[in-house]
């Protein structure tokens, strides 16, 4: 289905009946990348999307369009005109940045957030600094050279080292579905909304005090470390690392991380 939202159409799908949950894919997904969890959550309403500049959504010619604010503020307004007024939401990555920030900026539509393998942003303006420049030179190598060689060099990132040892055709799936992206899509996400542009949320973590789920896997050293972190400022959270897997624990043990997330939401929802 398509809907437009403030001037973007945007691809969603929804399945199901019960509490809603929004689900939030990765940089260079889309809502594709749940199809092997989302069959586990026959309880809930189930709303998936594909993000600015992801997909089959619109992919606008201004970076400036997929600010944090601006998708988040796209998310509220498809909640809205689905008539939802309060949702859990499900980000990974990328996806999981979008979560924390549409939970901080509107606490009050949120039910309960899980964040798989995810980021406040970064704590410090040399960090953001270097992380935008790094940001920017991946932009003009997709622009340059293309979506095939920046997938390539993407899948090949230590980030997901593990998954060399998934199936093949889990492999496969995974590639198609990044090659299914599109250079001015890709390219204006990291600029627009690449984790140094983003607002660093730590000081605000404090702040939050929705049920919260953290997920990482123990292969994923990095993000292990900033669960840990997060997990530390939140006031009513919950940090779950599981064994064997990186940094996409939905792809590479979807029934164990279903019946986590199964677990975590029959618990806020009783």
């Known amino acids: 289905m398509n809907k437009i939202i403030r001037g973007v159409n945007y691809n969603i799908e929804i399945n199901g009946e019960g509490p809603p949950l929004l689900l939030l894919h990765g940089f260079t997904g889309s809502q594709a990348t749940w199809k092997h969890v989302k069959e586990d959550f026959t309880r809930y309403k189930v709303i998936t999307v594909d993000l600015i500049g992801h997909g089959e959504t619109d992919k606008p010619a201004d970076p400036s369009r997929y600010t944090m604010e601006e998708t988040v503020a796209d998310l509220v307004q498809l909640l809205y005109e689905l008539k939802i007024e309060k949702a859990a939401i499900l980000g990974y990555s990328m ?80 590639r198609k579905e990044r090659l299914k992206n599109v250079p001015r899509g890709l390219a204006n996400s990291l600029i627009g ?68 997330v199964d677990g975590f939401l029959q618990s806020v929802h009783e």
């Not at 404090?206 to 990482?216: A, K």
């Not at 779950?240 to 939905?250: C, L, P």
């Open 193 to 260: 909304m690449g984790t140094g542009m983003q607002p660093s949320w730590w000081p605000l973590l404090s702040t939050l005090n929705l049920p919260t789920l953290l997920i990482t896997g123990k292969l994923d050293t990095k993000f292990c470390q900033i669960g840990s972190e997060i997990d530390e400022q939140l006031t009513n959270s919950f940090l779950e690392r599981v064994e064997e897997v990186g940094h996409a624990i939905h792809v590479e043990k979807p029934r164990i991380f279903s019946k986590i």
């Open 95 to 174: 996806g999981g940045r979008v979560a924390l920030s549409f939970a901080i900026l509107y606490p009050h539509k949120v039910t309960a957030l899980i964040l798989e393998s995810s980021s406040p942003g970064l704590k410090t303006i040399e960090e953001k600094k270097a992380r935008q420049m790094n940001d920017e030179q991946l932009a003009s190598f997709i622009h340059e050279k293309g979506i095939e060689a920046f997938v390539e060099k993407w899948e090949n990132i230590s980030l997901f080292h593990s998954q060399k040892s998934l199936p093949n055709d889990i492999i496969e799936e995974v």
